[in-house]
Nanobody, 119 residues
Framework: VQLQASGGGLVQAGDSLTLSCRASGRTNVVAWLRQAPGKEREFVAAITWSGENTYYADSVKGRFTISRGFGKNMVYLHMNSLKPEDTAVYYC????????????????WGQGTLVTVSS
């Protein structure tokens, strides 16, 4: 499976933005992780391929929603009430080998897409 992320851009604090991740085929779990400047990559959200189960980092609960787009092998990250601290390169990843919260457990990675939130 290959992943392709898109949808990043420059927005203002309080705005919304949706990221897209296209998978070339079926997989089991897809996640979004992000890496802010000077920081380690961190888990943001994950969804099972069926769409039945979702998981979120505490920092984004209530603001971000991960969803599946069936028929086109898509996973979306809907981001609301964006804050400057959400500024990061966002990556989609798939096929975890362990805890979702550790980036080294994700087997497949797409390229990053930059989200910049201005204050």
């Amino acid at each position: 499976v290959q992943l392709q992320a898109s949808g990043g851009g420059l927005v203002q604090a309080g705005d919304s933005l949706t990221l897209s991740c296209r998978a070339s085929g079926r997989t089991n779990v897809v996640a979004w992780l992000r890496q802010a400047p000077g920081k380690e990559r961190e888990f943001v959200a994950a969804i099972t391929w069926s769409g039945e189960n979702t998981y979120y980092a505490d920092s984004v609960k209530g603001r971000f929603t991960i969803s599946r787009g069936f028929g086109k092998n898509m996973v979306y990250l809907h981001m609301n009430s964006l804050k400057p601290e959400d500024t990061a390169v966002y990556y989609c990843a798939a096929e975890p080998r362990g805890s979702y919260h550790y980036d080294y457990n994700w087997s497949i990675w797409g390229q990053g897409t930059l989200v910049t939130v201005s204050s």
